[in-house]
């Protein structure tokens, strides 16, 4: 059973920082492309980074600079770190790993960033 387990979010003041992690179970992790995006109310979902299984990273632009994406294959682990946090980064932050197929998704874990 795969599972993807989002944690680290939270309510931040802007400007502060934030770090996500995301637990992958069930899948073998190395050949996975890791991604996070977000969604805010009303909003589509976006991609915030990924991270390839070179280690090769992609940024939206908004978030370059800002965020690191990061992957522990120790740890089965996708991080994101959050730094200069916005009122509008608030929104449900997801998981995905893709391979072949369709891909997998975590439950989301909420970032609140306070003005």
């Known amino acids: 059973q795969v599972q993807l387990v989002e944690s680290g979010g939270g309510l931040v003041r802007a400007g502060g920082s934030l770090r996500l992690s995301c637990e992958a179970s069930?899948?073998?992790?190395?050949?996975?492309?890791m991604t996070w995006y977000r969604q805010a109310p009303g909003k589509q979902r976006e991609l915030v980074a990924r991270i390839d299984t070179d280690g090769n990273t992609n940024y939206a632009d908004s978030m370059k600079g800002r965020f690191t994406i990061s992957r522990d294959s120790a740890k089965n682990t996708v991080n994101l770190q959050m730094n200069s946090l916005k009122p509008e980064d608030t929104a449900t932050y997801y998981c995905?790993?893709?391979?072949?197929?369709?891909?997998?998704w975590g439950q989301g874990t909420q970032v609140t960033v306070s003005s």
């Open positions: 069930g899948i073998m992790f190395s050949r996975y492309i």
């Open positions: 995905n790993a893709h391979w072949f197929g369709e891909p997998y």
